[in-house]
Every structure is written in structure tokens, then in C-alpha cells.
């Protein structure tokens, strides 16, 4: 185990390689230090070896730099896209670019249920965009063995409630291919995205968000898009990510969300989460469509209580961003994480666990959670079901006043 | 709960067409109509089978009435179901079962309303035949506390004695009802499973692990799929390898059916209880059928096949219109009857409407009830640390 002087001397190291300072109060291995130092705000977790730039002027900087296309991302013109659109596009230019990949689920050939492979089949062919029965196990199956001969496997679960009789050959299969065949063999090539989240009306089997039944298994990524540019550069990272992933699409979004994304493929980093605004009091955490809560939630707490939230947008579920995460909490020394699935279990509890070990003497306040109540996803309830602003802004207020 | 008894003795009206309540007036005596009249009916097609179910039917002028009355109080209901949908008082998912009326009134009237029935999420004619009132439907759909499922589950879920629902997740509900036709043989009760599933539904590999299973153990279980030529926006040729529904349980005997003739289902149902009931083991039936409907309320039903196609379903095998005319050209009943049982029913579908916009919302604490057994009372978890409800039923 490294002892905080260490720490200290590979920050001071990293911090001489850097023109920008900023003044962040940072505590590692239970020892709170006080560091100047700069824009590269490296964090050091207490188990984590890696390295990583998590800053949040860097996240910053890079969103900006990704915005004017000069980090691995296109040059060249934007479009008005929704996030369905952005995700038909991303596709579009994996076909173009990938001779060996192929879409395939219910109904993809037609555009799918929610629009996202409209016009696909059209320009790349049946051969290469196509329906399959209705049989998810062996969508999924069939997806690993696409996978596993070297072709790109794009499969499409109609909702993510749908994907678990394709749980098996996910977990086991999928997940544990590399890890069994010592590396010989491994599906890394697959990609399964589902519909995901609640809609306002989907009752038990079209809202659930069960990213948490997947996080369990070492093997796999699971990223989850805020909106229409995340989506589409998240999911190129998915389909060019040498391992299986699973791309969950908030379906309320598809319509809703709306941005300036840009027509050539680019990628945004898997494993990183984003700062999407800075704060010094609450840090706040979630992914999908719970991200647009928490941001009214800030400008409430701000408003209203004179409150500064540090909203993150964790995008990677596995894999998580731990460094982002708790350096923040260092910063704000609150933290609320908040979903949709129910609290029991949840991957709030998993990032709630990982916190408290890792930033125990920073926190504050108990760290809270506000996520959907242990029931099945309720019809008529869903209202009340849903971790709302009020339901967040009520727990950032029990924070401050802790 | 509600009474059981209730629902049981709906169904066995709708299963004899013994209807205490049919307040028809008529302006001839009933004496001046055929009482009971013998029909062609179209020949089974048969899979691993000696003999079929026969090719003429019986029908007696109550049972046509019946089956008439069953099948137009669905259609009416799928129909208002659709307008509320339209008017957003049902929200959600919402599958409508319009066209496929004769599947679930010759089903039912071939069977006991002590034998048992699982279908998927297109469940709303089976739960009226199964006994479940206009009323109780409409108000499930609406979410409302009077509703089947307490307003609970919604269009895909619901439920009745000896109705086992209202299944979301297609090809899931197939397994139970291989279960619960093990538990016919096990209680010795004689009684049988039907296992209705959709064309889509019959390329999930758990249809096959069932049909293994029951065959293997000679359960009681007629399984049934409606083959209504699409699984959503795909049509059957585009999903499977072979249409042919009946043959592929391979190793089980298997009937094709005319599944728009009310008669044929009823006598090819009867063929395959009497066959479960003798200790054959399973038999797989297909319904031929059609829904006049998209799949669901956000599905038009017009990208994936013609205008014309439903034009030509609706026109000349619409297993309403077929009935009545057979029954009319047999001088079994008058067309002012059928007009006035039609205004019967649109009267009770209408109050059913009024029931189901009027009736209140279920109580909050509803959220939290059913979770677990009840004992003990549990508190659950929810949205922040402090805010626990209880969980008392
Ligand atoms: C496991 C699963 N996959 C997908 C769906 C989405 N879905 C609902 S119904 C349906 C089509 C089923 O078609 P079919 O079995 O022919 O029944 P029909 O709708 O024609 O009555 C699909 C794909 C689902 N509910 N469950
Ligand atoms: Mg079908």
C-alpha cells in the first residue's frame, strides 16, 4: 500500500508538467492534504495502480476540444439529431466503415420499435441489417458466436426488459469467454443495445433499468447515454471496444433529446464519467435520463438554497469511474447518487460502498441515495415510483443539514 | 377478493351458452326458429394422427346466440378499449384481440371453467370468456381500483380463477402451462392446460423445452397457437423456418384449425381435451386467425401488410359475421334479434366505460402491497433513506 507521501511526490511530479493551476482539496489514504496544482488533476485512488486523468477542468477542456472536433473526433459538419437519429447514425457509419459488421434483432430490418435502424437495410442490405425471430437467448447466443469468428455483432433486445432470457448466454457466456479459453477466444466484438428506463407509461415490462444485474459480472461493459452526442460516441466506443458491451438507450430520450451531432464517426472514452457542471457542496451522480433530473435538481439547490452540486454523468456503469467520482467527493465531501431501478442492490450501492472506503474521513453527511422504491415497476404509480427532483432536492436539503 | 363465484358461473354461461340473463326481444316466438342445425365445417389438418376432429359441427340456436353474444361483447369492448386508448384514458401498452374472437369463444366453450388457461399479453378476450366482467377489463385498462388486477397491472396483466393471465414476456408463460397440466395429472383431477401462444411466440426455445417435457411425461397440456400471421411487423414466413405451427412439436400430435369459425375451434378444442383427458399426453392445435388491429396501440398495421389484406380478412372471414350468417340463413335467429342483442351489448360496454372512467384510482398504498406474502408486514425501501412504506398484503 502507498503511503500519502507518495502520493504527494507523483502528484508534485504530475504537477510540473502542467501550465494551469487550480486549488483543489483533495484527501488521500485517509490524510487530507492540501495541494496546488494543476489542470491535470490526477487522482489516486488507494487501490487503483492506473493512472488516469480525471480532472474536471480536463473533462471540461476535453468535451470542449471534443465539441470543436480536435480530439479523436470528426472534422466536418453537424447535424439536428435525436438520440434515436444519433444512434442510426453511429450505426450507418460502423456499416460504411466495417465491411464485417452486421444488425441484427426483432424487427431491426423494418427500423426497429423505436426508429434507431430506420433506412439501414435499404443501404447496406438484408444480408447485413436483418430480423431475427423472437427469440432473445438466441439473439444474443448467435451474436457471440458472430462475434467470436471475428465479425462485428451488433444486436438489438427490443427492450432491456426483454433481455433476460439472453441472461444466460450474456453472463456466462459472453462475459467469461476470454477469461476461460485464456484468451483465445473472446466476443468482443459484440454489441447489444436495448431501449431502456422508464417512458411515463410502461408499466412491469417496458420501464426497468436493470443495469445493476449486469454490473455483477466481471467481463462485461454497460454504458448508458445521456443524450444524442454521448449516445452516438459512446456507442462507436462500444462497437469498437474489444470486449461485449451493453448499450442501454434511455427511451424517453429517443424524441426528446435533441443536439448538434456530428455526422463522421468519432468515439468518447468508455470508463469515464463527466463533469457536467462543478460544484464545491454536493456532488451529484447518475447516468441516462436520471443525468437531466440532477441537473434541475442543482439549479434548484442553488436557487433555493444557495447550494453548489457538482453534477456528474458517470456514462460508464462497468467499468465505473472511481477516480471522478471520489475526487469530487473529496471536493464537496456530500454525495447523492440517484436511479431508477430499485434502491436494493442498485449500483448506487456499489458506488455508496465505494466511497465511503474510499473517501471516509471527507464525507460530510451519510451519502444518500434516491432511487426507485423495491417494487416491480409500477403502472399507474409510476409517478410516485420515480426518484423526482423533489425527491432530490428533499435529500440534498437532509445533507447540508446534517 | 372478488366473488369467485361470480366469475365461475360467468364462465359457465359463456361456456354452455346458458345465459341467465339474455333479455332478448324478439317479435317472432322463439318456436318459429330452428332449435338446432348441423354445419360443414372446414377439415382439420393433422400432424401424427389417425383421426381429427369431425368435419361437421352441431350447434344449437342458444349456443349460436351465445357464441354470438361472447364474440360481440369482446369486439365491442377492443373497440371502446381502442377509442379510450385514443382519448388517452388507457395509457401504455395495449394489445387488442379484435378478429381473433372465435379462438377464445371456442376454446372456452369446448372446455371447463375448472380447466385451466395461460396466454400471453393479448389476454383481454380470455379474460371475458374466463369470466371476468366488461366492467372489471375496462377498468384494468383505465388503472383503476375496480379493475381485475385492482388497477394494478394493466392491459397485459390480468387474471381470473383458473386464468393464469396476461404474461408480458413472450414465450414465458408456455413452461407454466406445461407446469400446471403436471399438476392436473398429479391432482388426478382430469382436468387440462390450455397454452396459447402467438405465432412470434413459437420461436422462444423455451415452447420446445416444454413440448419436451410434457411429451415426456404425457401431461395434460393443449398447447395452441394463435397464428394470426404476424409476431409484430414480422410476418410468419420471415420468422420461421416452417409456418406449419402444428407440426412443430415433432414428436406431438398436432391439429391445424380454422381458427375464424368459432364451430371448428370448438370441436378441434374438444378433439384435443378428450385426447389430454384419455392420457395421450400433450397435442399442439394452430389457430388460424387474424388481428384486425395493429399489435399495439402504436402499431397501425398498415406498414407491414396491405389495407387490402384486412379488407379481404374482415369481409369474408370475420368470425362474427360468419356465425350470424350461418345462423340466419338457418333460420336459427332473426336479424332484429342480433340487432337488439347488439344494442344490449354496446349499453353494457358503455357502462362498463362509465364504471372504468369513474371509478377511483387505487390507493397509494397499493404501491407496496403483493410484494412478498404477507406475514410478515414489510417495510419497503424507497426512493431516499426516509421515505418507507409498508407492505401490508
Ligand atoms: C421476451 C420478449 N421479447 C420481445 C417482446 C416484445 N414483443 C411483444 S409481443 C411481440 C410479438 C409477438 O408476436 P406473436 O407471438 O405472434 O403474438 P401476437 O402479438 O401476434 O398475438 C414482441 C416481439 C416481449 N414482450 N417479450
Ligand atoms: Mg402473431
Redesign the interface.
Known amino acids: 500500500m502507498r503511503s500519502s507521501w507518495q502520493y504527494s511526490n507523483i502528484i508534485q511530479q504530475l504537477t510540473t508538467i502542467n501550465p494551469y493551476k487550480s486549488h483543489i482539496c483533495c484527501c488521500l489514504y485517509r490524510q487530507k492534504v492540501e495541494f496546488n496544482y494543476s489542470i491535470c488533476a490526477f487522482l489516486f485512488c488507494r487501490n487503483t495502480t492506473k493512472i488516469q486523468p480525471a480532472g474536471s477542468q480536463l473533462a471540461r477542456v476535453l468535451s470542449i476540444l471534443h465539441f470543436f472536433n480536435l480530439i479523436g473526433s470528426p472534422k466536418g459538419p453537424t447535424q439536428k439529431m435525436n438520440l434515436f437519429q444519433s444512434i442510426t447514425s453511429a450505426l450507418d457509419n460502423t456499416l460504411a466503415s466495417d465491411p464485417t459488421a452486421v444488425i441484427f434483432g426483432?424487427?431491426v430490418a423494418?427500423g426497429g420499435?423505436f426508429r434507431c435502424t430506420v433506412g439501414l437495410r435499404d443501404k447496406y442490405g438484408k444480408d447485413r441489417v436483418f430480423?431475427t425471430?423472437?427469440?432473445e437467448?438466441?439473439i444474443v447466443g448467435f451474436g457471440i458466436g458472430v462475434a467470436v469468428a471475428g465479425a462485428t455483432a451488433i444486436a438489438e433486445i427490443q427492450f432491456a426488459?426483454?433481455i433476460?432470457?439472453a441472461f444466460d448466454q450474456i453472463v456466462n457466456e459472453a462475459a467469461k469467454y476470454r477469461y476461460r479459453s485464456g484468451n483465445l477466444f473472446d466476443c468482443g466484438n459484440l454489441t447489444i443495445r436495448a431501449p431502456w428506463g422508464c417512458v411515463?407509461?410502461?408499466?412491469?415490462?417496458?420501464s426497468q433499468s436493470p443495469e445493476a444485474f449486469f454490473a455483477h459480472c466481471p467481463g462485461l461493459k454497460i454504458v448508458i447515454p445521456r443524450g444524442p452526442i454521448q449516445a452516438k460516441g459512446l456507442l462507436l466506443s462500444c462497437i469498437a471496444d474489444k470486449n461485449p458491451c451493453i448499450f442501454f438507450e434511455p427511451k424517453i430520450l429517443y424524441r426528446a433529446a435533441v443536439e448538434q451531432v456530428p455526422e463522421e464517426p468519432y468515439t468518447i472514452p468508455l470508463s469515464q464519467a463527466e463533469i457536467l457542471q462543478e460544484g464545491s457542496d454536493v456532488t451529484l451522480v447518475s447516468w441516462g435520463t436520471q443525468i437531466h433530473v440532477l441537473k434541475e435538481v442543482a439549479s434548484m439547490a442553488q436557487e433555493k438554497l444557495g447550494v453548489s452540486c457538482e453534477v456528474i454523468d458517470l456514462q460508464t456503469i462497468l467499468p465505473w469511474d472511481i477516480e471522478t467520482v471520489c475526487k469530487s467527493v473529496v471536493k464537496t465531501g456530500r454525495l447523492l447518487i440517484s436511479h431508477e431501478a430499485p434502491?436494493?442492490g442498485g449500483f448506487a450501492a456499489e458506488i455508496s460502498s465505494t466511497v465511503q472506503e474510499e473517501c471516509f474521513l471527507n464525507l460530510e453527511a451519510?451519502i444518500?441515495?434516491?432511487?426507485?422504491?423495491?417494487?416491480?415497476f409500477?403502472?399507474?404509480?409510476e409517478p410516485?415510483?420515480t426518484?423526482d427532483k423533489w425527491?432530490c432536492f428533499?435529500?440534498i436539503k437532509?445533507m447540508i443539514n446534517y | 377478493m372478488k366473488t369467485m363465484l361470480a366469475i365461475i358461473s360467468n364462465a359457465l354461461c359463456r361456456m354452455t351458452g346458458r345465459n341467465a340473463g339474455a333479455r332478448v326481444v324478439v317479435s317472432r316466438s322463439f318456436a318459429d326458429f330452428t332449435p338446432q342445425a348441423t354445419f360443414d365445417i372446414k377439415k382439420c389438418d393433422l400432424h401424427r394422427l389417425e383421426e381429427g376432429p369431425p368435419v361437421k359441427a352441431e350447434l344449437t340456436r342458444e349456443q349460436g346466440l351465445q357464441y354470438y353474444r361472447t364474440m360481440q361483447t369482446v369486439r365491442r369492448m377492443e373497440l371502446k378499449a381502442d377509442q379510450l386508448y385514443k382519448q388517452k384514458i388507457i395509457r401504455g401498452f395495449c394489445h387488442l384481440y379484435d378478429g381473433q374472437e372465435a379462438c377464445a369463444a371456442g376454446i372456452e366453450a369446448a372446455i371447463n371453467p375448472s380447466d385451466h388457461l395461460i396466454t400471453a399479453y393479448r389476454a383481454h378476450g380470455y379474460t371475458y370468456t374466463r369470466g371476468v366482467s366488461v366492467k372489471e377489463i375496462l377498468a384494468e385498462l383505465t388503472g383503476r381500483r375496480g379493475g381485475v388486477a385492482k388497477g394494478k397491472g394493466g392491459s397485459m396483466h390480468m387474471y381470473a380463477p383458473h386464468f393464469y393471465g396476461g404474461n408480458g414476456i413472450v414465450g414465458a408463460q408456455v413452461p407454466l402451462g406445461a407446469g400446471i397440466a403436471l399438476a392436473c395429472q398429479y391432482q388426478g383431477n382430469n382436468q387440462v392446460c390450455v397454452t396459447l401462444y402467438g405465432d412470434g411466440a413459437a420461436n422462444q426455445g423455451q415452447l420446445f423445452e416444454s413440448y419436451n417435457m410434457a411429451a415426456l411425461w404425457k401431461l395434460p397440456c393443449i398447447f395452441i397457437c394463435e397464428n394470426n400471421k404476424y409476431g409484430m411487423g414480422t410476418s410468419v414466413e420471415r420468422a420461421a423456418a416452417s409456418t406449419d405451427y402444428y407440426k412443430r412439436g415433432d414428436f406431438i400430435p398436432g391439429l391445424r384449425v380454422d381458427g375464424m369459425d368459432v364451430l371448428c375451434v370448438r370441436e378441434a378444442t374438444q378433439f384435443a381435451a378428450d385426447h389430454c383427458r384419455a392420457g395421450k399426453g400433450p397435442i399442439i392445435m394452430e389457430l388460424q386467425t387474424y388481428r384486425y388491429h395493429g399489435h399495439s396501440m402504436s402499431d397501425p398495421g398498415v406498414s407491414y401488410r396491405t389495407r387490402e389484406e384486412i379488407q379481404e380478412v374482415r369481409s369474408k372471414s370475420d368470425p362474427i359475421s360468419m356465425l350470424k350468417e350461418r345462423m340466419l340463413s338457418h333460420n336459427m335467429a332473426s336479424v332484429e334479434e342480433f340487432k337488439e342483442i347488439d344494442i344490449e351489448i354496446r349499453k353494457q360496454v358503455e357502462e362498463a366505460t362509465q364504471f372504468a372512467t369513474s371509478d377511483p384510482e387505487p390507493p397509494l398504498e397499493e404501491l407496496c402491497n403483493h410484494i412478498f406474502s404477507k406475514n410478515p408486514p414489510l417495510e419497503v425501501r424507497g426512493t431516499s433513506p426516509w421515505s418507507k412504506l409498508k407492505s401490508v398484503s
Open positions: 426483432e424487427d423494418f420499435v430480423n425471430p423472437l427469440c437467448q438466441g426488459d426483454y433476460f432470457p411515463g407509461h410502461g408499466a412491469l415490462y417496458h434502491v436494493t451519510p444518500s441515495r434516491v432511487c426507485g422504491y423495491d417494487t416491480p409500477p403502472h399507474i404509480f410516485f415510483y426518484p425527491k428533499e435529500a437532509k
